[in-house]
């Protein structure tokens, strides 16, 4: 029998990189329950693992933003932020060692988007935070932080949780 996910995978990245027309295609059939479940994030975590390591870390922004916005809506499915689901960012996040402008950028929107979070999340955001922008310091030979929207180069890893299941789904 044909591994369909590994044959999406190839057909998307046949050409090394994702384009517009493929993100469209995902948006449309990814979302098209109206939902993204933790089977889905896991095939963009693939996805977009397999992306940087074609593109050398450079992933196209309406991926990028295609991405961060499965990974939102799934772990703020109940509005909170919970520790397992902070410690599944963290793996995430953490996976290269370094927190990126799109990482940094996402982090943000799911802090103010979440109407709670754990103490587990708030010492990420903590740690992310301040480790993005001393090294967008450093790489700028100032003080402020790389402009938004720097390709992302960050390799995510690992399932999305739940606080029951260890995974989110439909």
């Given at each position: 029998?044909?591994?369909?996910?590994?044959?999406a995978?190839?057909?998307i990245?046949?050409?090394g990189?994702?384009d517009?027309?493929?993100?469209?295609?995902?948006?449309?059939?990814?979302?098209?329950?109206?939902?993204?479940?933790?089977?889905?994030?896991t095939?963009?975590?693939?996805?977009?693992?397999?992306?940087?390591?074609?593109a050398?870390?450079e992933?196209?922004?309406?991926?990028?933003?295609l991405?961060?916005?499965?990974?939102?809506e799934?772990v703020?499915?109940d509005?909170?932020?919970?520790?397992?689901?902070?410690?599944?960012?963290?793996?995430?996040?953490?996976?290269?060692?370094?927190?990126?402008?799109?990482?940094?950028?996402?982090?943000?929107?799911?802090k103010?988007?979440?109407?709670?979070?754990?103490?587990?999340?708030?010492?990420?955001?903590?740690?992310?935070?301040?480790?993005?922008?001393?090294?967008?310091?450093?790489?700028?030979?100032?003080?402020k932080?790389?402009?938004?929207g720097?390709?992302?180069?960050?390799k995510?890893?690992?399932k999305?949780?739940?606080?029951?299941?260890?995974a989110?789904?439909?």
């Amino acid at each position: 029998m044909a591994d369909w996910r590994k044959m999406a995978l190839a057909a998307i990245l046949a050409d090394g990189k994702i384009d517009e027309n493929e993100v469209k295609l995902l948006r449309k059939e990814l979302w098209e329950d109206g939902q993204i479940d933790a089977d889905e994030v896991t095939f963009l975590i693939e996805l977009r693992n397999l992306a940087q390591k074609k593109a050398k870390g450079e992933v196209s922004a309406g991926f990028e933003k295609l991405f961060f916005k499965a990974i939102t809506e799934n772990v703020l499915k109940d509005g909170t932020v919970d520790a397992d689901e902070a410690r599944w960012l963290r793996t995430m996040l953490f996976a290269d060692g370094k927190i990126d402008a799109g990482e940094y950028d996402f982090l943000k929107k799911l802090k103010k988007g979440a109407t709670s979070t754990s103490p587990e999340f708030d010492a990420l955001y903590t740690e992310c935070v301040g480790k993005y922008e001393k090294s967008a310091a450093k790489a700028a030979g100032g003080d402020k932080p790389a402009a938004k929207g720097a390709g992302a180069k960050g390799k995510a890893q690992g399932k999305p949780r739940t606080k029951s299941s260890g995974a989110k789904g439909k």
